[in-house]
């Protein structure tokens, strides 16, 4: 059995009750909130093997392993996950857990507040990548974690990543920044509006209170995560897979689906629309816009991270036009001009933004080989 | 005054019926239409110096001039075609129409299907870029054209010029493709059916039949032009327009307007939704989306091409990612191979794909010195 195809085994989640209060960067406060979160190997002695995973937008705590033997899908980073994977189990502690205004588990707006006994709905605050790191930072305190070993995100998990940093510097060894950007573009966030205006204008929606409505905007998530695809998809790699083919032979001359793409899309967007909650997506779609570490500080990014005692990795991937290259290069000049350790791998590959979640051999490689020597550090 | 600036004054436009069937690539027989179209310029005796512009997905006939000395717009290609411009009325007789499915005076589906005396809707058979050409031509027969010195056209409009050039060989001089492609990617098949699942799944769509119920799909037409507009835009225009400026100082932690470019966009859709016919958007994007000259010939554009004896001039932007230069670079390679004579420009633009519709200073010289040619010719 090649390494990459071992697997944690049968996993469960686990919830966190966190009862003081939680001050957000809206000035809103949660009064208390719980966290889901799952973790794969043992944590050592010195409590030095520590990795937390940060999810990306539509993520959650569920990163390896199954629920069932005869479960269908593992968590959505299996494949780096596990014994002898990447991130090796064998060798680390690893935490993955659900973002606070997720519909995952942790406390969200389909969740019940307790003060009303309804969902929060449009009621639930608008939480931010600091926000959300600083939740972590409890998860880290009840776990007896110190210091993480290693802080590691895709797209926003990057983001989060690069925050805790900055935000808790003594507590990060190594930042991993995948696939990220040290702020959204005005394209960015124009695609972010396009589908939070699509899911807000659905009439099921109603005003992010349709829970009590028996009633789901199914149209807006559905457009909002087919639009989402088609940025997550590189032009040559949509190319490649689906390029121009049609469903049946010869074209229809009518509105049903006839390229392979739309098929692929609508798929994505009615499968998405049946179990993501309508308000997270607005909120983590916010958390992205929001993102923007040197925001207070004259968008001076390298004063941001002056403030970061960790090493890190960043890694991009050539064909992604969501956060590309040059996104973090940026992070990378910074990063360097602030005096800090960081590893650059420009990955060649034709999956797009998807790559961070794909097995591209290079990216492999370089996971492998910068764990491997994280872990050696660990074990010294 | 500069020559730019001059006008073609107040203008007229004038209506063309067909009562001869036109058969449609679909097997559809239109039994009868009409084409609402302009004229600037005047027609030489020779009847040589006739051009003809073709629109893009949301334009019409309204090519240049105003309708009214008070008019706050002039027609959608006024800074290009008018007297001293590089498309020069002193020298050109100049032909703007609204294609056939359109909403501004040509038969679409908002037009009164005599047939039963309600509007077309969803019973309006769906066009191709071939069925345009050929109601196109009908309308150049009504002129007395019989060969015209140039068709123009950028995006949709420049695969009308394509088509021209190869439907009907002896009646083109000149074919003028601008920002266009010989057929559309998958990724650009994924924007359009986004676009178009936003409209049809609005509920005030009706199945297309929304006129009678007294209804506009506004919803879904506003997120099909608020897609649509960041696809014409360049991520880095975008960025110098608007980066991450705000409406107001700070983050309001909402989801009310916030970044600037989400008030453009929304502007842009909310007014986009108040003119246009989402049956006509429909049906636009599936003419582009069907557009492959080469599709029945083996996917062999060389042997499309083969056919044409117009010359040629291909311009595209470098930072068009709609149609990149890679697009137009197939177009001309292809016409290259088939031993066509043809001038390229690769424009250094930061307009993205509206850069066709700009004053770029090498797009306008490019313009003028290939028309200023063409002009030459028909006054030889």
Redesign the interface.
Known sequence: MSDLTRSVGIVKAQIAEFDTPLHL????VLPAYQLCFETYGTLNAARSNAILICHALSGHHHVAGRYAADDKAAGWWDNMVGPGKPIDTDRFFVVGLNNLGGCHGSTGPSSINPATGQPWGSSF??VTVPDWVRSQARLADRLGIDRWAAVIGGSLGGMQALQWSIDYPERVAHALVIASAP?????N???N??A???I????DFHGGDFYAQHAIPR?GL??AR??G??TY?S?DG??E????MLKSGD?Q???EV??E??SY??YQ?DKFSDYFDANTY?LMT?AL??F?PAKDLNDDLVAALRKASARFMVASFTSD?RFSPERSREIVKALVAADKEVVYGEIESVHGHDAFLMLDEPYVKLMRAYLNRVAEEVNA
Chains 1, 2 share one sequence.
């Open positions: 960067a809206s000035a809103a605050p608008v702020k959204l573009s005005a394209q966030i124009a695609f509006d396009v939070r205006q699509a807000l204008t659905d009439p149209r559905r457009l087919m639009l695809h088609i998809l032009d949509m190319g897979k689906f390029g121009r074209y001359f009518g509105f006839e390229f793409i739309e899309l609508r967007g607005l916010k816009d929001y923007d036009w």
